[in-house]
T-cell receptor, first 113, second 112 residues
Framework: DVKVTQSSRYLVKRTGEKVFLECVQD?????MFWYRQDPGLGLRLIYF???????EKGDIPEGYSVSREKKERFSLILESASTNQTSMYLC????????????FGPGTRLTVT | GEDVEQSLFLSVREGDSSVINCTYT??????LYWYKQEPGAGLQLLTY?????DMKQDQRLTVLLNKKDKHLSLRIADTQTGDSAIYFC????????????FGPGTRLSVLP
């Protein structure tokens, strides 16, 4: 069974802290994504990666960076957390053929105080 | 850029049919998707339709695609309380890219 896991379900951090969100998939997928989800705005793409050490900016990359050192792991980094980064963060990996569906992790709800 | 729109809320009575609508702007959309998000969970693919299809049926789910009007709908027959969730419409313009555009989601409430 396909699985995407995220390191934390809930996280509370202080303004200015460095925050790491980890995502692991067990499907050997090349493409992985980080989205943030805010009410009424749907999912907005922060970054995606199409291979190890390869990354592309999405629609809202400001204030975020990513790391993909191994194929199964894609990390989202908030260098200096701010209150406007309080959100739900969703990681996904992409089935490369057929339906090209995305498999999502359960999400991390981050609160920055 | 591409845009996907949905109404934000829908309420139906248990046993009725639900119809969730979506409009999109990208005329080159190749795949169109419906994802479901239950409380506290990530998104899960419900169904998808390829752009050369008009309709797809899968048990209680019927997807209709009107390419001319760029309109996608999801009909859930005999809606149950377990169908209460947020439903996201999404599209992707090509087979090889990583560009997926999601709508804001429609929160479906099923009343007993």
């Amino acid at each position: 069974d396909v699985k995407v896991t995220q390191s934390s379900r809930y996280l509370v951090k202080r303004t200015g802290e460095k925050v790491f969100l980890e995502c692991v998939q067990d499907m050997d997928h090349e493409n992985m994504f980080w989205y943030r989800q805010d009410p009424g705005l749907g999912l907005r793409l922060i970054y995606f990666s199409y291979d190890v050490k390869m990354k592309e900016k999405g629609d809202i990359p400001e204030g975020y960076s990513v790391s993909r050192e191994k194929k199964e792991r894609f990390s989202l980094i908030l260098e200096s957390a701010s209150t406007n980064q309080t959100s739900m963060y969703l990681c996904a990996s992409l089935r490369p053929s057929g339906s090209r569906e995305q498999y999502f992790g359960p999400g991390t709800r981050l609160t920055v105080t | 850029g591409e845009d996907v729109e949905q109404s934000l809320f829908l309420s139906v009575r248990e046993g009725d049919s639900s119809v969730i609508n979506c409009t999109y702007t990208d005329s080159s959309s190749t795949y169109l998707y419906w994802y479901k998000q239950e409380p506290g969970a990530g998104l899960q693919l419900l169904t998808y339709i390829f752009s050369n299809m008009d309709m797809k049926q899968d048990q209680r789910l019927t997807v209709l695609l009107n390419k001319k009007d760029k309109h996608l709908s999801l009909r859930i027959a005999d809606t149950q309380t377990g169908d209460s969730a947020i439903y996201f419409c999404a599209e992707t313009p090509d087979n090889y890219g990583q560009n997926f555009v999601f709508g804001p989601g429609t929160r479906l409430s099923v009343l007993p």
